[in-house]
């Protein structure tokens, strides 16, 4: 079955840049334009309406495309690698299913998120454990602007950081944590974030608001 054999490959990608911060409204991280030469990738709107035909190599196409950054939110609002992989394996389940119903009144990519928030919404139901993973720490590099290879003392600083905001970040409701997951180091719009959560820009201003303002006090040693 496709939907079970693709979240594997989702380690693949590099890290999309976070910012703990950040205010402005930009647009979602991980575009499918590319630089350079070669051919350009096919549109996911194009992937898509081949796949809701049957297409099995063009929703593998869009697996491997989405996978790595579905894989990253999901692992971070479940505390355990094999239900990630579960909740992976239900939420491309749904989107080979639900693909016939798929009417593109959101992107591809908004709508892959919402399948996997609401299995990883039901993971967390029938298990009661909320920890999130911790974030890359390579991502936590780039916010800091500086790298700590071949500095140990720059080394242990960097990891009380990523202990630290680990814990900041556990702390969060959840509703707060998957929206500044979201948006802070998946680099979804307000739109697309109230999409994917059911709910409105606004409600999704204010909990990035209250998420970051906690971080920021929980963080204030770090500054």
């Given at each position: 079955m496709i939907c079970s054999q693709h979240p594997a490959r989702t380690s693949s990608h590099d890290p999309q840049e976070l910012a703990i911060t950040a205010d402005d409204d930009r647009p979602p991280a991980g575009s499918?334009?590319?630089?350079?030469?070669?051919?350009?990738?096919?549109?996911?709107?194009?992937?898509?309406?081949?796949a809701r035909v049957g297409d099995r190599d063009a929703f593998a196409e869009l697996v491997d495309r989405h996978g790595p950054a579905l894989h990253r939110y999901a692992s971070r609002m479940l505390d355990d690698p094999s239900e990630t992989a579960d909740c992976l394996q239900d939420a491309f389940a749904d989107a080979w299913r639900g693909l016939p119903?798929?009417?593109?009144?959101?992107?591809?990519?908004?709508?892959?998120?919402?399948?996997?928030?609401?299995?990883?919404?039901?993971?967390?139901?029938?298990?009661?454990?909320?920890?999130?993973?911790?974030v890359d720490d390579e991502q936590l590099r780039t916010r800091v602007g500086a790298s700590p290879a071949g500095d140990p003392a720059r080394i242990v600083e960097m990891e009380d950081f990523v202990r630290a905001l680990d814990a900041a970040l556990g702390r969060l409701p959840e509703g707060q944590r998957s929206t500044w997951l979201l948006r802070e180091v998946e680099g979804l719009s307000y739109a697309e974030i109230a999409?994917?959560?059911?709910?409105?820009p606004d409600v999704v201003r204010g909990?990035?608001?209250?998420?970051?303002?906690?971080?920021?006090?929980a963080m204030e040693d770090w500054r």
């Open positions: 499918d334009a590319t630089e350079g030469h070669g051919p350009s990738p096919v549109d996911d709107d194009v992937l898509a309406r081949r119903g798929w009417e593109g009144r959101a992107a591809i990519r908004t709508w892959l998120f919402t399948l996997v928030t609401n299995a990883v919404r039901r993971h967390q139901s029938r298990h009661l454990r909320k920890t999130p993973k911790p999409e994917v959560s059911a709910t409105t909990r990035l608001s209250r998420a970051r303002a906690t971080l920021e006090v």
